[in-house]
């Protein structure tokens, strides 16, 4: 069974709906009802089938039927329903996928107990443990190797695997969530992964009750459990944006919703974190190929300033090293980098993945619920710390530090736990050190901010939360069996969920200039599109839509966008873009008038100086562009890169001494590939064959050139070359004799 090929049906068909092809969308689920094993399926489908007709038949026959949108609507749900059943069906005998086998394990174990069919709280096969666990007292606090203890681990990993595996939500449901929400001998942290497990429910099989009830648990309130509701219902909406508006009582409890300005920042802040995932791949890429290669270089440096080798046995003072102001002097971009990667953690970016990707081997994360759990001091994780000889004494406050640090998720608080323990003794006390101090930093920290921003906690439980659920799609044994939410564009404001909560321009605009800040210039675009309708004379705006046009070498329409800011708001800045992209566009002599504009507005603007010339260049009038690029020259004595044109245009102007001295002074700098071709043109020209020959073939085994590229270099240079006196006739003679020279 290919089930790649059913899972993309799946996406197609529910596709072609949102699109209004319901006949497409049929075709589709009768081909996958073949593969499917029920042969109930078939009997629904035909049933469908024979309605649709008949409402096109009385559709085209003129038949008025005011109910017909309503049946439309019912059809439309229940082919997506349809094939939401088939397609579980057909993962269920087929795929081989863990999540399928602990859900026929479930339901044979719910067998045994004569009910296979669960209408209430009480049908369910942990009912009993669950009452135990109920009377259980509140104050005690049982030890984690006790029976009861035992049995109640085992009570939340079936609550968490019946509210993610059941597919279609009844009273049963309803009633467990109303256990957990209410009962105060579930822990808030217990609740957070509940929920959990209907977001993960809600994304394998569609049922808008699974959506209200995480509206319910984001009402009840609960730090930690409602920013999990609220984020698995955005992630839910945008997974689901064709359905939604299928389903009104969803529109609807969201619109209620909508109304409070409190729950359109909670929105806001999870969309923005959402979409910041996006950066995640590019930060550890970041880490691993530019910071840790550059530190990696420093090492003989820090060794020897620090004196690593000896430090553990002489080191007996605490003092700081007045040495360590001065050890990366020369290592700026490492600061830089670092300063920037600081700005972004603080923002909210996930700076860590990479850091922690290889700390996911342990047996805890083999456990599903695992990784999403919350981070917590009462964890047993924690209390096999404990026991470690050197850790033991310090445990509280790095227990307590690890669950108030708002710069680690959950998943790698539990991952660095679980290595400390491996750790050698010196560094074990140096961790104690480290998390000692991040704790009355951090004591500190919360004092300040909390006061400052009210929705600091909020912000803090949704970033852990989402990058706990980036990881599990990204790292976990399980992620083959799940569609992964974040390998799109995340464009969650296209959604109608966007639409009916955060459509307010100020979140637009916002949302817009962090793509624009982060180089997004594809979402950035859309969005400044939707504002310029409202601000039409806005010339920031239109500035801002040319760069994203310009971003993409979209320059006719970065052209236009930047002729409006210019008639709004005279600037060089604009002018200067006007001209790039005429440029670009090969429009040389509207450019260089352009440019010579922006140069009377701002005379002493090297940018534009140099600009002037190259446009110059490009029309081949190399007089007027020495005097451009003299200019530079004269105002940036010790840049050798202006030697390279000034060079070339004496060349072309058969002023060959002239070119010769500022080769040689280039020659002072590495010389590129096409600085030796352009030197072996001067020496052609000056009748130097042999000459001209070594430096072409030194341009090509350089590596910066392949034989073929040179020959297209060469080719394009011939008329300069002709017009320079050489002849023509010796060309193909010199290129085979350089040819020959390669064997």
């Not at 049982?142 to 029976?147: L, Q, T």
């Not at 736990?417 to 998390?435: C, E, G, H, S, W």
């Not at 101090?437 to 906690?457: W, Y």
Request: glycine share 4%; net charge negative.
């Amino acid at each position: 069974m290919d089930i790649k090929k059913v899972i993309l049906q799946h996406k197609q068909l529910c596709s072609l709906v949102s699109e209004k092809k319901v006949k497409q969308s049929l075709d589709i689920l009768s081909d996958m009802i073949t593969r499917a094993s029920s042969g109930e399926f078939r009997d629904q489908y035909d049933n469908l089938v024979m309605t649709y007709r008949n409402m096109l038949a009385y559709t085209i026959e003129g038949i008025n039927d005011p109910e017909r949108g309503k049946i439309y609507t019912k059809l439309i749900q229940s082919i997506l329903e349809l094939s939401d059943r088939v397609r579980q069906d057909i993962l269920s005998h087929y795929s081989g996928w863990t999540t399928y086998w602990v859900k026929q394990q479930t339901e044979k174990e719910q067998k045994l107990t004569g009910k296979s069919i669960i209408e209430s709280v009480d049908d369910l096969m942990f009912k009993s443990d669950l009452d135990e666990w109920l009377k259980f007292s509140n104050e005690i606090n049982p030890d984690p190797e006790s029976e009861i203890s035992k049995k109640h681990k085992l009570l939340i990993r079936n609550i968490f695997n019946h509210l993610w595996l059941t597919d279609y939500y009844g009273e049963a449901e309803e009633s467990l969530i109303n256990i957990f929400l209410n009962s105060v001998k579930f822990r808030w942290y217990e609740a957070s992964i509940f929920t959990t497990a209907i977001t993960l429910s809600s994304l394998r099989t569609w049922q808008s009750v699974k959506l209200l009830n995480l509206i319910r648990i984001y009402k009840s309130g609960q730090e930690q459990v409602m920013e999990r509701a609220l984020s698995g219902l955005i992630l839910n909406l945008h997974y689901y944006n064709g359905r939604v508006l299928l389903y009104p009582e969803i529109s609807s409890a969201v619109k209620d919703l909508a109304q409070s300005a409190i729950f359109r920042e909670h929105c806001r802040i999870i969309v923005l974190q959402t979409i910041r995932s996006r950066e995640t791949e590019n930060l550890s890429r970041k880490l691993h190929d530019e910071i840790l290669p550059q530190v990696a270089k420093l090492k003989p440096r820090l060794e020897d300033k620090l004196d690593l080798d000896n430090i553990l046995p002489k080191d007996k003072s605490e003092e700081r090293n007045p040495d360590w102001s001065e050890m990366f002097s020369g290592s700026e971009e490492i600061f830089r980098t670092m300063e920037e990667l600081t700005k972004l953690q603080m923002e909210g970016a996930d700076v860590y993945m990479s850091a922690f990707a290889n700390l996911k081997h342990f047996d805890f994360f083999r456990d599903f619920p695992n990784w999403f759990m919350p981070f917590h001091p009462d964890h047993e994780v924690v209390n096999e710390i404990f026991r470690d000889e050197i850790l033991g004494q310090g445990t509280n406050e790095l227990a307590e530090a690890m669950y108030r640090t708002p710069f680690i998720c959950n998943s790698d608080k539990y991952s660095l736990i679980l290595n400390l323990k491996y750790l050698p003794d010196a560094q074990k006390t140096m961790m104690l050190k480290v998390f000692r101090m991040e704790l009355e930093g951090l004591q500190q920290l919360g004092d300040d901010e909390s006061m400052t921003d009210p929705n600091r906690r909020f912000r803090i439980n949704v970033t852990q939360y989402l990058q706990d659920i980036y990881r599990f799609y990204k790292l976990s044994p399980y992620r083959k069996e799940f569609e992964d939410i974040f390998s799109g564009r995340l464009d969650i404001y296209n959604s109608e969920f966007f639409r009916l909560t955060c459509n307010a321009a100020e979140v637009e605009a916002g949302l817009a200039d962090y793509f624009f800040s982060k180089n997004f210039y594809d979402d950035a675009l859309s969005l400044y599109l939707r504002q310029a309708d409202e601000k039409p004379d806005d010339a920031q705006l239109n500035e801002k839509i040319g760069y994203c046009y310009q971003q993409n070498t979209d320059y006719e329409e970065a052209l236009k966008y930047y002729k409006r800011a210019e008639l709004i708001d005279r600037k060089p800045w604009t002018i200067k873009k006007i001209a790039l992209c005429l440029r670009r566009m090969g429009k040389n002599e509207e450019a260089l008038e352009q440019y010579l504009q922006a140069g009377k507005m701002e005379p002493d603007n090297l940018h534009t100086t140099i600009m002037t010339a190259h446009c110059y260049l490009d029309l081949k009038d190399y007089n007027e562009a020495l005097k451009y690029y003299f200019k530079i020259e004269y105002n940036d004595p010790g840049n050798l890169n202006i030697l390279r044109p000034i060079a070339y245009c004496y060349l072309a102007l058969g002023r060959f001494g002239d070119s010769q001295k500022y080769y040689d002074r280039l020659s002072s700098g590495k010389l590129t590939a096409n600085d030796l071709i352009n030197m072996g043109h001067l020496a052609l020209c000056q009748g130097n064959k042999k000459e001209a020959v070594d430096l072409y073939r030194r341009s090509i085994i350089s590596g910066e050139v392949t034989k073929e590229k040179f020959m297209t270099i060469f080719s394009d240079d011939k008329s300069l070359l002709i017009s320079s006196g050489v002849n023509p006739d010796d060309l193909p003679i010199l290129l085979d004799y350089l040819l020959f020279t390669f064997g």
